[in-house]
């Protein structure tokens, strides 16, 4: 089985793919550097499911400091690169966007960079489906998607062209997969389902920014992880849409919520947010022919396992900073 240098393995999708890349036989050496952009309780709680499996491996580093990348592949003999290292979250990127630099682009660099010097042949790069802001729907791959309204999507479309020069220069093979508005258990606080299910719960009014007719493609995390392991195959270069092909308004995802828990939503409306998108909707064409991937898992039934795994865990979860300037 191929060994797996996993970077970024303690985030939401990273812990996923890794735990279904376990479950395959593969050998995965995990690194992750623990920022608290959020806080460092759930990075902690995914990486616990991790610890003990066959074939586990973690190091703590930074993405962005390549002299420490550099002894974990001096050491190991890594078949592929699946880069899910990232600072997410649009919102926060307008005040800070030089950390969505650094992580995004350098540190994606820095990646690219030990594969070219250690012959590692095989890389998979996480991007995302805010780089079609103001593209016909539904999103396909041949799109030019080159007028991002977000540091954050400004800083995955650079590492995008930057895995297709190390393709073209010294033939690493990429998948670059962008993804569409993930959801799932132990998922980002800053992201709405997350959210939406603490204050239903909780009885806190629910923000939201517009009329909650804006649409998402949500895809629940395990058919993401999925698809990022598939895209491991050889492809040459290749960008490829995961997303659940159905976008959701806002308010239909509330009332679904409301359903599981069997509480009603107080809602506060505010303004739209100048980096937020009006809809999101993947052609999945590609990934259904290239990779042979498609989701399975519906969005009533993520839902139903989000806010179990919500209810099951609501003693430390309540807890967790909900920070809206994220």
Same mark, same amino acid.
């Given at each position: ?217 949500? =895809?629940?995390? %395990?058919?993401?992880? @999925?698809?990022?392991? $598939? *895209?491991? !195959?050889?492809?040459?270069? +290749? ?35 100048? =980096?937020?998108? %009006?809809?999101?909707? @993947?052609?999945?064409? $590609? *990934?259904? !022919?290239?990779?042979?991937? +498609? ?32």
């Amino acid at each position: 089985m191929p060994n797996i240098l996993l970077a970024g393995v303690a985030g939401f999708i990273g812990a996923q793919t890794a735990a279904q890349l376990l479950a395959g036989g593969h050998v995965v050496t995990g690194v992750d550097d623990l920022n608290d952009y959020y806080d460092p309780r759930l990075k902690e709680w995914r990486l616990r499911q991790l610890f003990g499996k066959e074939g586990f491996t973690f190091q703590k580093a930074d993405i962005t400091d390549r002299e420490e990348l550099r002894g974990l592949l001096r050491q190991n003999a890594f078949d592929a690169v699946i880069n899910l290292a990232a600072r997410a979250g649009v919102r926060y990127s307008m005040k800070n966007p030089w950390v969505y630099y650094q992580t995004n682009v350098l540190g994606n660099l820095n990646l690219l960079e030990l594969c070219k010097e250690y012959g590692v042949r095989k890389y998979v790069f996480a991007s995302t489906s805010s780089l079609y802001a103001g593209m016909p729907m539904p999103f396909s791959e041949s799109l030019p998607a080159v007028k991002p309204i977000s540091p954050y999507a400004a800083s995955k479309g650079g590492a995008e062209m930057t895995c297709y020069t190390y393709h073209k220069l010294y033939g690493i093979d990429v998948s670059v997969v962008r993804y569409f508005t993930v959801y799932g258990p132990a998922g980002r606080p800053d992201m709405s389902v997350f959210r939406f299910i603490r204050w239903i719960d909780e009885g806190t009014p629910l923000v939201v920014y517009g009329d909650g007719n804006q649409r998402r493609d949500f =895809t629940y995390v %395990e058919d993401i992880a @999925a698809g990022t392991i $598939k *895209a491991v !195959r050889p492809v040459g270069f +290749e960008v490829i849409n995961l997303g659940n092909n159905h976008p959701y308004p806002l308010i239909e995802l509330i009332r679904l919520i409301e359903e599981k828990l069997g509480k009603k939503a107080e809602i506060d409306y505010r303004p739209s947010q100048r =980096t937020d998108m %009006e809809a999101t909707w @993947a052609d999945i064409e $590609k *990934a259904k !022919r290239l990779l042979d991937w +498609e989701p399975r898992i519906s969005l009533e039934d993520g839902l139903g396992r989000t806010v179990r795994w919500y209810l099951e865990n609501k003693d430390w979860v309540k807890s967790i900073p909900i920070d809206l300037s994220k």
